[in-house]
């Protein structure tokens, strides 16, 4: 049976993942996904801790897949308003390189 | 049997979650990414979580996906793929994701009791549908009210920012 700790290391791993995404990559959508794996990597661990944590009678903590739909929706709501912006973007300065994106540079 | 599914489930996802970093074309990270969440799922499915395994599928896998891929065809990538790679930066970004591995190793392997394996449901039948919502609408009733102005917020939004801006000067 996998442990607990199997399934924190599987998401902590899928985090990183998504974190050699946002830190390693220059294309503003590769980015973006790098963000969703990150979500994704926090939703595991929590409803593993849910699955891990049961109630007195005996069922998973049901508040924190509850906490996990709405994460969902909240990326959901966050993808639409982020690739609004990367469109927007990409009509005024044609590329969604964040090394030509330098205007704010001090 | 299920620590062998659990494996696989988890070395699958976590190898499409590697080829959404480190393949070079948008469109094959985007696929990629579409079989990462539905590993993902089936690890849902392992922690007895089967409404979580389909709103994942439905939501993340089905209309977050195709949203991607939508947006990766009108802004018609190219000469991606012939620039050349910063080596300081992919060295420094290395650097940080190799301390947080160890870090997470460390801090994953110190306490005995995440070693605990999956305790026996009180029931095998579980509806867990109707479970979440249950807690949905009886103990987060307010914040399902708020996610609802926050989608309608969202949508406006989007429809104001791909509004062109030559439309918005002749309407003020």
């Known amino acids: ?106 | 049997m299920q620590l062998a599914l659990f494996w696989i489930f988890a070395v699958l996802m976590l190898l499409f979650g590697g080829l959404v970093v480190f393949l070079r074309n948008p469109v094959s990270s985007a696929m990629s990414l579409v079989m990462c969440f539905i590993f993902l799922a089936a690890l849902f499915v392992t922690l007895d979580a089967f409404f979580i395994a389909v709103i994942q599928i439905l939501v993340y896998a089905g209309a977050v996906m195709v949203l991607f891929l939508f947006i990766i065809m009108l802004l018609d990538l190219k000469g991606e793929q012939t620039r050349r790679i910063n080596l300081s930066a992919w060295a420094g970004g290395g650097l940080v994701l190799f301390g947080f591995v160890n870090l997470l190793i460390r801090v994953i392997g110190s306490d005995p009791r995440l070693q605990m394996t999956k305790p026996a449901l009180g029931s095998p039948e579980i509806s867990d549908v109707a479970a979440v919502g249950a807690v949905l609408f009886k103990d987060f009733n307010l914040p399902f009210q708020v996610i609802a102005v926050l989608l309608l917020v969202a949508t406006v939004g989007v429809v104001l920012l791909s509004l062109r801006r030559s439309a918005t000067d002749a309407q003020s």
């Open chain 1, 1 to 106: 049976m996998p442990t607990l700790a199997n399934y924190l290391l599987v998401s902590g791993l899928l985090f990183t993942l998504g974190l050699a995404g946002v830190l390693l990559r220059r294309n503003l959508l590769i980015i973006f996904m790098g963000l969703e794996l990150m979500l994704n990597a926090a939703n595991l661990s929590l409803v593993a801790f849910s699955r891990f944590h049961l109630s007195i009678d005996g069922f998973p903590a049901y508040n924190a897949q509850t906490f996990v739909f709405f994460i969902i929706t909240v990326a959901a709501a966050e993808v639409a308003v982020g690739l609004a912006i990367i469109v927007a973007l990409f009509r005024a300065k044609q590329t969604v390189h964040v090394e030509d994106l330098d205007s704010l540079r001090f």
